[in-house]
């Protein structure tokens, strides 16, 4: 292979399930608690120097002088801990430039217990069997992990295709490897796919303006009309959720007020907490598998601009102007969460780009209430949620209320109503200032 390799560099993340014992999670739990602790120790520090003082080095000195006098920070390696620095640092980077609050303490049990290696050499990667590979963390040796993608190790890793580092982490069903993978891939050619339009709602997930569209097959509602906020859980994991929920309720009443929570209902929480990942995974599962085939079918893919957070927003209203239809909103808001639609489109982005393909956005406003066969708007053609009859006498088209919007979504496109993305902007402006765009190597 050249020193010199042409194409576009992709930066990306391979999240793996790890096999620990007993005692290597007792390890595991103790370094991220020392990571956890270190940065709150780093933030104190940080808080109570004089802003003349408040220096990187001076924060590395405090760090390193703390790991050698306190017993219990020595467990965290020292990589790891100056990952810790670093992280806080661009925590504050963030509040700087606007993007995130200002960092703050991480409580015990509120916080994701995390360990980072910031070197990709130090993992020594080695595949061992058809589903399992092994991987060498600092301080635990070597452990296994579960193989479910080919990576850039061994004669296949090279300096345009390797693994620069790597995150444990630890959720709800235990402790996890996310790999940073670089590689250089070559340009792909255009997709030679149709156009489509995609309206994401809550009775269909994903409704295609050819009609073929993507559904989990969950229903959102309940037989009595309210919202399943459990949909991708199975009749037996609701039954056992329902009685947590209402063993921990029972657990916290004899809690009194100021109390620490006990450690039984800890362990309910974290049975709780077990089964909603579960729920997570499943959903995340099958928007990777719909938007993975959407990518992969079409060219040309044509979305929505959504503004969630406004959509979310409840109808609880004030003091002196209450809301009406509480309880209906919080349950379509509880929907709209379930599906993450954000997620969906951020997934739908990176795909097509990587295929050769094209997302675009267009405006919302409308787009449900226009008919697609004859584009007018007439009050009244949205029966319900789910089905769209226009009362337009020359045109009456009945039909799926979803399939109506995405049809008009694509209609926009066409007619060159497309929102121009933030990046698309920013390659304007300095077209504009005549400087170049810099190309990947």
């Not at 801990?81 to 303490?105: E, H, I, M, S």
Request: hydrophobic fraction near 35%; include cysteine; glycine fraction near 8%.
């Amino acid at each position: 292979m050249s020193d010199e390799l042409v194409g576009v560099k992709r930066q990306f993340g391979h999240r793996a399930r790890l096999a620990l014992t007993p005692g290597q999670v007792a390890l595991m739990d103790g370094q991220a608690h020392a990571a956890r602790t270190m940065w709150n120790c780093l933030h104190d520090f940080w808080t109570m120097l004089p802003k003349a003082k408040r220096t990187l080095v001076a924060a590395d000195t405090a760090i390193r002088e703390a790991r050698q006098e306190i017993d219990w920070m020595g467990v965290l390696p020292a990589q790891a801990a100056q990952a810790v620095l670093k992280d806080y640092f661009a925590a504050w980077k963030n509040c700087w430039q606007g993007r995130a609050q200002a960092p703050t303490f991480k409580a015990r049990h509120r916080t994701v217990m995390s360990v980072d290696i910031p070197q990709g050499r130090d993992l020594q990667i080695q595949r061992v069997h058809r589903r399992w590979g092994m991987v060498n963390i600092p301080k635990l040796g070597r452990v296994k992990f579960r193989w479910t993608k080919d990576l850039p190790v061994g004669k296949r890793a090279d300096k345009h295709h390797r693994i620069t580092g790597a995150r444990l982490i630890k959720d709800a069903l235990g402790w996890h490897i996310a790999f940073r993978i670089q590689t250089i891939e070559p340009a792909p050619d255009p997709h030679p796919g149709a156009e489509v339009g995609i309206d994401a709602g809550v009775n269909l997930p994903l409704a295609l303006s050819d009609g073929n569209h993507q559904d989990h097959g969950r229903p959102p509602r309940l037989a009595d009309g309210s919202a399943d906020r459990d949909k991708w859980l199975n009749p037996d994991e609701k039954v056992r959720l329902l009685a947590l929920e209402r063993k921990a309720a029972r657990q916290k009443q004899h809690r009194k007020r100021g109390e620490k929570t006990s450690q039984r209902l800890h362990r309910t929480y974290d049975q709780i907490r077990q089964l909603r990942a579960t729920a997570t995974r499943r959903a995340v599962d099958w928007q990777h598998k719909a938007t993975t085939a959407l990518a992969s079918a079409y060219g040309t893919l044509v979305v929505e601009h959504l503004n969630i957070p406004n959509m979310t927003r409840s109808a609880r209203g004030t003091v002196t102007e209450p809301g009406t239809g509480v309880a209906q909103k919080s349950g379509l808001n509880r929907s709209i969460a379930q599906e993450a639609w954000g997620r969906t489109v951020r997934q739908l982005e990176y795909k097509t780009t990587r295929l050769g393909g094209r997302l675009y956005k267009v405006p919302a406003p409308g787009t449900s209430l226009r008919c697609h066969r004859c584009g007018t708007t007439t009050p009244g053609s949205r029966e319900s949620q789910a089905v769209f009859a226009c009362n337009n006498p020359e045109c009456g088209w009945t039909g799926n209320a979803d399939l109506n919007a995405a049809r008009n979504i694509l209609h926009r496109y066409r007619m060159g109503h497309v929102l121009v993305p933030a990046a698309g902007r920013a390659v304007a402006r300095r077209a504009s200032r005549g400087v170049k765009p810099a190309t990947a190597r």
